[in-house]
């Protein structure tokens, strides 16, 4: 599955903003998918993640209340919401998925190394 996100830019403090994460090649629904950001000289962050068939939901730490995932499989894409946005919400974004299992839990669908499909990231600036 090849992975294309968008709609990141310079948003102020408080703003929303919603990315996408396009995907091609195959039915996303059927992945699981996940938000992770990385600000400049930190490690890469999860947000958030959405089980395939979308039966569940993961946020990370402080993620939930601002940020929600949701999935439009008519358009086979993904969507991190983002909401109250403050400037430490400045990374870039990145999308991802993995291909369904039985044994999910937070700690593996946290963990960047447990995506093998990456998509470029899309830079959000949140600054006044």
């Known amino acids: 599955v090849q992975l294309q996100a968008s709609g990141g830019g310079l948003v102020q403090p408080g703003d929303s903003l919603r990315l996408s994460c396009a995907a091609s090649g195959e039915t996303i629904d059927n992945y699981v998918t996940a938000w992770f950001r990385q600000a400049p000289g930190k490690e890469r962050e999860f947000v958030t993640a959405?089980?395939?068939?979308?039966?569940?939901?993961y946020y990370g730490e402080s993620m939930r209340g601002r940020f929600a995932i949701a999935r439009d499989n008519a358009k086979n894409t993904v969507y991190l919401q983002m909401s109250r946005l403050k400037p430490r919400d400045t990374a870039v974004y990145y999308c991802?998925?993995?291909?369904?299992?039985?044994?999910?839990?937070?700690?593996?669908?946290?963990?960047?190394?447990?995506?093998?499909?990456w998509g470029r990231g899309t830079l959000v600036t949140v600054s006044s």
């Open positions: 991802a998925a993995e291909s369904d299992r039985q044994d999910w839990t937070f700690t593996s669908v946290s963990a960047t190394n447990t995506y093998k499909y």
């Open positions: 959405l089980s395939a068939g979308g039966s569940g939901t």
